[in-house]
């Protein structure tokens, strides 16, 4: 059976395969191939972000009774990587490397910040709140 902390995590990853591809691309200026895996990171990260923000964390909220703990921090932090993806979505479609992958680098450490503080902590935490992963994992299959 797969657990909480193995389900978000392995979405963590399918995220960073597609962001170092996007990011190879566009190094190589290989502009069709960056839009793909572009787009598929977006998607990917996304999904990701939904399934936290519209029921991994409202789950644990409910058990825990606690809503300005790690999870507030977690969505604002959410918020800046949106921010980010905007502006990196713009530099692509402008064919603009060099600005690209300044912000690339940004995101990348803000997304291994965030994603650190989630598998060492966040999701940990609430592995133990919802000791249920199966029926976890399956709510947010049905978004």
């Known amino acids: ?12 990853r399918s995220c960073d395969d597609n962001f170092a591809a996007a990011e190879a ?10 839009e793909n895996q572009w787009g598929l990171f977006c998607n990917n990260l ?3 972000l939904n399934n936290e923000e519209e029921t991994l964390f409202p789950q644990f909220e409910q058990v825990t009774g606690s809503t300005g703990g790690p999870t507030s921090i977690m969505r604002l932090e959410h ?11 713009d530099a692509l479609q402008a064919k603009d ?21 989630e598998e060492q902590m966040l999701y940990p935490m609430t592995q ?14 049905d978004l």
């Open 1 to 12: 059976m797969t657990t909480i902390i193995e389900y978000m995590t392995g979405q963590h």
């Open 25 to 34: 691309a566009v190094s190589e200026q290989n502009w069709g191939e960056a």
């Open 46 to 48: 996304e999904v990701h």
């Open 79 to 89: 918020q800046q990587m949106r921010e980010m993806v905007v502006s990196m979505t």
């Open 97 to 117: 490397c060099d600005e690209y992958l300044g912000l690339s680098e940004t995101l990348m450490i803000l997304m291994q910040q965030h994603n650190m503080k």
């Open 128 to 141: 133990q709140a919802l000791p249920d992963s199966a029926a976890v994992i399956s709510s947010m299959n």
